[in-house]
């Protein structure tokens, strides 16, 4: 993956606590969550220097998915200095991304 962070539990609040990062919460049993993924990826080279993009497995970091609260997925979370600014549910498409990472910068 280009420049696509895989985040945990662990490395997940140092990650997000400072600039710009889009957060796609997926599993790799969900459907919807492999059309996000290759969107993600294109987002992620687009935005590089601008903000960072990571994805969290919300098999493998499920109390990261349950702090904010993710029911459904993908959710795509817009980071701001730590603080969550914007979210979405289903597939994205990669202008959408793209102009959020923007406005939240």
């Known amino acids: ?8 539990n662990e490395d997940f609040a140092g990650t997000v606590a400072s600039g710009v990062t889009l957060v796609d919460f997926w599993a790799p049993w969900c459907g919807p969550c492999m059309m996000q993924g290759p969107i993600v990826d294109k987002v992620a080279s687009k935005v590089t220097g601008k903000a960072k993009v ?21 959710t795509l979370i817009v980071f701001k200095d730590g603080k969550a600014v914007q979210q979405f549910v289903g597939v994205q498409s990669e202008s959408q991304l793209v102009a959020a990472i923007a406005l939240a910068g």
Do not use: T
Request: charged share 15%.
């Open 1 to 8: 993956m280009n420049g696509v962070l895989e985040l945990g």
């Open 54 to 74: 990571a994805k969290v497995n919300v098999d493998v970091a499920p109390q990261v998915a349950a702090k904010f609260g993710i029911r459904s997925i993908p």
